[in-house]
């Protein structure tokens, strides 16, 4: 591994306290070291659990089903939420200086600190981009996000209140994954329930189809933004590619150099078109949008480059005008290697600066969005404006580009297919209120199909 000068984590590592993630990335078959974070508790502050005043971890004993609506007697409806009432396993403990990365990762206990750790670590990128404490879309009635662990269940559920965690056997390997370990599903996870509080919840309002492919598109840009926060997930990614991600990002070349669930799927070539007649599983159609902004990110991340005079305007032009050559490869990546190998510290500033960038864009694109009239078209228009008074219109070229080859801005998705059902993942009844106002949200689609999905994709 090349010598990397840059401290990627900007979180304040005096008086924080510290935890033990696996950020995932890169890899493909080898069990990886966790990595050690740094969250925004002063150390000494997180109770057993772990727990602060936002959040709470608990691993209940013989919770049988996951929150939701249930039928009740004499045809009401049940609406079983937060708090677990019943027996929990033992909580993790902080060491006496209050910091949890002592724990021993085969232990429930490690499990429930890494939950914690991820969602926290999470929460404080996004508190970073959006310039202000994050509230929860609940908090009328709950100051803290209830976060649970239901092992078996195949999927994990950002609802009212609460953050639920399975776990999953690959019929493949037979490997078993438990959710409570995989940064990109929780840190996704909490990504929801940013979207419900920043934008509000469906069922409440009348929605575009669109929203809800948006909403997927949001979490996952949410934990892949996450993600590019640990050291090793940045230098992995840059050792991987020696910068390349312009190829990596056109030839879908992201599978082969990690199995990172969100990765895959930002680097897609889905386009509206695709959606035209359309769509059954807004997974799918979150891609378009995903995959929209994953380019805009790569370029503006090239323009970084060439910018800090780490690559040649004719490495650029040749780049481009290879684009779909069969030795597009071959002539290409020797260059990058190249150049790469002078200052692989300069290529992570330039990563890191292109990934600050979209993080607050799309933090103030958030902001301005309103539920009733939210399309992909006006995540479009909107990102023109926030591009426009973050940078003066730098990137607006780099925008309109990638927005309109993937149709966005030019046609709208069909209707959805089918009527939403118990796979559909932001209809699930978990984010309605108590008050019963909205009919959205059953349970997502299990993770192990998402990641089907993915790869076939
Ligand atoms: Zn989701």
Redesign the pocket.
């Known amino acids: 591994m090349g010598p990397v000068r840059v401290s990627y984590v900007e979180t304040e590592h005096k008086g924080g306290t510290r935890f033990k993630l696996y950020p995932q990335l890169p890899s493909l078959d080898q069990q990886h070291e966790p990595e050690t974070v740094w969250v925004s508790s002063p150390a000494g502050s997180l109770m057993p659990g772990p727990a602060d005043h936002r959040m709470y971890v608990i691993d209940p004993v013989g919770k049988e089903k996951a929150y939701g609506y249930y039928p009740g007697p004499a045809g009401s409806t049940f609406h079983y939420r937060p708090p677990w009432p019943g027996t929990i396993l033992e909580m993790a403990y902080p060491d006496p200086d209050g910091h949890f990365d002592h724990l021993d990762v085969d232990t429930f206990q490690f499990q429930q600190a890494h939950a914690f750790g991820s969602i926290r670590f999470t929460m404080d990128i996004w508190e970073r981009y959006f310039e202000r404490p994050l509230e929860w879309h609940f908090q009328d009635y709950y100051d803290q996000l209830e976060i649970l662990f239901l092992r078996g269940l195949d999927n994990a559920f ?1 609802g009212f209140g609460s953050i639920e965690i399975g776990s999953y056997t690959s019929k493949k390997t037979g490997d078993f994954v438990e959710f409570g370990l995989s940064f990109d599903i929780l840190s ?2 909490l ?2 329930l940013i979207i419900y509080k920043e934008i509000g919840l469906p069922g409440t309002v009348e929605v575009d189809g669109e929203y809800f492919g948006f ?2 598109s949001a ?2 840009m949410v934990a892949l933004i996450s993600l590019l926060h640990f050291d090793s997930a940045t230098v992995g990614l840059l050792e991987n590619s020696r910068g390349n991600l312009y190829s990596y990002n056109r030839l879908n070349r992201f599978g082969e150099v990690s199995d990172n669930y969100q990765l895959r799927s930002a680097a897609n070539d889905k386009t509206l078109y695709d959606f035209a007649d359309g769509w059954t599983y807004e ?1 799918n159609l979150s891609q378009v949008m995903t995959g929209a902004l994953f380019d805009t990110w790569v370029d503006i991340f090239h323009e970084n480059l060439l910018d800090a005079g780490l690559i040649s305007q004719s490495l650029e032009d040749l780049s481009d005008r290879m684009e779909g050559d069969p030795d597009y490869e071959a002539v290409i990546q020797p260059l990058f290697d190249e150049a790469y190998a002078e200052n692989p510290g300069g290529f992570a500033d330039a990563l890191i600066a292109s990934r600050d960038y979209m993080g607050f864009a799309l933090a103030a694109i958030w902001e301005r969005l309103t539920i009733e009239t939210l399309d992909y078209a006006d995540v479009y228009e909107t990102f023109i404006e926030v591009d426009q008074d973050m940078t003066r219109g730098r990137y607006s070229r780099i925008i309109h580009t990638n927005m309109r080859r993937r149709g966005i801005g030019i046609i709208k998705a069909g209707p959805r297919l089918t009527p939403p059902d118990e796979k559909s ?2 209809f699930s009844d978990r984010t309605a209120t108590p008050m019963g106002a909205c009919d959205c949200c059953r349970p ?1 689609l299990p993770y192990s199909i998402r990641r089907e999905l993915a790869r076939n994709s």
């Open positions: 950002a996704h996870e990504g929801h909403h997927e979490a996952d997974h993942h932001a997502g």
